[in-house]
């Protein structure tokens, strides 16, 4: 087993294992590609099992030559719950869901995931400062992971970000920038920056290695449900790598034989007011029309140019799934519904990705045989606004009478 | 109209190293042109049959094309075309 090089995804142009995302003829972005022949499925899932109890468990299938890379560091996410949810379930007339709750991870998000990979990356090719562009999650990763180490972070966010995020990004000591301007702005912003700083960008410079870290989330899913793959998955999709990397994490433990079975349905998963890929999927388009202005609850999602979007859409469709989108209503609906049957308090995102199984289950696309999975990626501390004012609070005196008054005979015979 | 175009460092060994050419013409389809007439190489790294390729974002002072007037964007004297890789962020 072996890493063999970046190569691009449009062309197949090959690439040494360095600093770089674009390949020079096409312009399409740069992957990892891995030599597995002669891999022993066994022995393989043996490794995994001897390993760390995180995502360096599966350094075989990451893009490091040393397993597990000694350039790691301390933070280690991953092996996050995978619980089955019957009451959720039952509320939505399916047969077996599961949630994936990457909320469970050292910063909350499963943004720990793909910087660990990338940060582990740039350490190990002499970088000594990481920087992103983000929504809000990765900003948390990236300072996070970067004070673990003693890196010095550069995090570029929208300057109306939930405050919630700001203070768990700021909190770590990082040069925090506010951009004026959308999350497409930010990004075009270190895109440029990029090529007169010797930044490690996590989702730019490395983003072939960053987005690598999102199969460990599809390992874990088949590892968890003892090594079986779910029928149908579903999915937020933002800039579409964490989708996009969920199959190809799958694909991939399919073709090595180290699990068996077909590729599940893959639905994605994003918020009316910034839908592009929903958009292009409903119009049948192959490329995506990016969002100019996008306005929803979901930041986390809200991506209006979406890097991966044509591949997201060819994933959907050649696996029989579905792009939708959901209002901010049924975001917050969707936020109440998954915390009052699995006790999985979820951010936005988590809300959009459950009000689209809610929506996928409503319109009678998923049969009662199907196993589900439906991935929850953020923890909802940190879009408290989103769950503001939808709570009542009995407030009493405190005495016995107060009590009774409010609850006339509640549960007294139970 | 003389703008500037900005080459993207991918893209910079078929210009020989340079980042910004200045050009002449009324849109970015004929500015991008005319800095296909210098550097042929280009052409084909950033267009198919006509059309900027997939991953290809081009921007005129900050503004994606895309959501003006694509290559029939007009552009002004002294504007800036950037183009950039858009296979990043997320």
């Known amino acids: 087993m072996a890493l063999e090089g970046l190569r691009c995804k449009e062309c197949a142009a090959t690439y040494a294992l360095e600093a770089r995302y674009v390949c020079e003829e096409c312009f399409g972005p740069l992957e990892v590609s891995y030599d597995h022949s002669g ?18 468990r599966y350094a075989d299938f990451l893009p490091f030559s040393e397993r597990p890379p000694s350039w790691r560091h301390s933070l280690e996410p991953g092996l ?91 909190v770590y000591g990082p040069r925090l920038v ?54 149908r998955v579903v999915a937020p999709i933002a800039s579409g790598s964490m989708f996009t990397k969920l199959a190809k994490g799958m694909s991939d433990w399919i073709d090595l034989g180290l699990v068996e079975g077909e590729l599940p349905t893959f639905c994605g998963a994003q918020a009316l007011g910034c839908s592009p890929v929903a958009t292009a999927f409903a119009e049948g388009w192959e490329v995506c029309k990016p969002e100019r202005r996008p306005e929803t609850i979901a930041k986390s999602l809200a991506i209006g140019d979406p890097a991966d979007g044509p591949y997201a859409l060819d994933l959907a469709r050649r696996t029989g799934g579905r792009i939708e989108s959901v209002t901010d209503e049924e975001i917050r609906d969707g936020i109440r519904l998954l915390a009052e049957t699995t006790g999985v308090f979820t951010e936005t995102a988590g809300g959009v990705t459950v009000a689209v199984l809610a929506k996928l289950a409503e319109a009678g696309e998923i049969d009662r045989e199907e196993r589900v999975v439906a991935y929850i990626t953020g923890e909802g501390l940190k879009t408290l606004d989103a769950a503001r004012e939808s709570y009542r609070m009995h407030e009493i005196e405190p005495t016995l009478d107060a009590f009774e008054a409010e609850f006339k005979g509640a549960g007294v015979s139970a | 109209m003389s703008v500037t175009v900005k080459i993207p460092a991918q893209l910079r060994a078929a210009t020989g190293g340079e980042g910004e050419l200045e050009v002449e013409g009324g849109t970015v389809g004929e500015a991008l042109d005319a800095v296909f007439d210098q550097h042929d190489g280009l052409r084909e790294r950033i267009t198919q049959d006509g059309d900027l390729r997939r991953f290809v974002n081009v921007y005129v002072s900050g503004e994606d094309i895309r959501f003006q007037d694509g290559l029939d964007t007009q552009v002004n004297d002294g504007d800036e075309v950037t183009i950039l890789p858009a296979v990043a962020g997320g």
């Open chain 1, 39 to 56: 891999l022993d499925p066994d022995e393989a899932r043996r490794r995994i099992q001897a390993g760390s109890a995180g995502i360096w």
């Open chain 1, 80 to 170: 996050t719950p995978l619980v089955r949810a019957d009451r959720l379930a039952e509320r939505l007339g399916l047969g077996e869901v599961w949630i994936k709750n990457d909320a469970a991870n050292p910063t909350h998000s499963f943004k720990d995931r793909v910087v660990t990979v990338a940060i582990t990356k740039a350490r190990e090719l002499g970088f000594e400062t990481v920087a992103c562009a983000s929504t809000g999650n990765l900003a948390n990763a990236v300072a996070a992971h970067a004070a673990a180490c003693g890196l010095r972070s550069f995090v570029f966010v929208p300057a109306d970000l939930e405050e919630q995020k700001l203070l768990a990004t700021s």
């Open chain 1, 178 to 231: 506010g951009v004026r301007g959308n999350y497409d702005d930010v990004n075009r912003l270190c895109t440029e920056l990029c090529e007169s700083r010797p930044w490690a960008f996590v989702n730019v410079n490395l983003r072939p290695y960053y987005s690598e870290g999102s199969k460990t989330l599809a390992f874990e899913t088949v590892e968890q449900l003892g090594w079986k793959l779910p029928d």
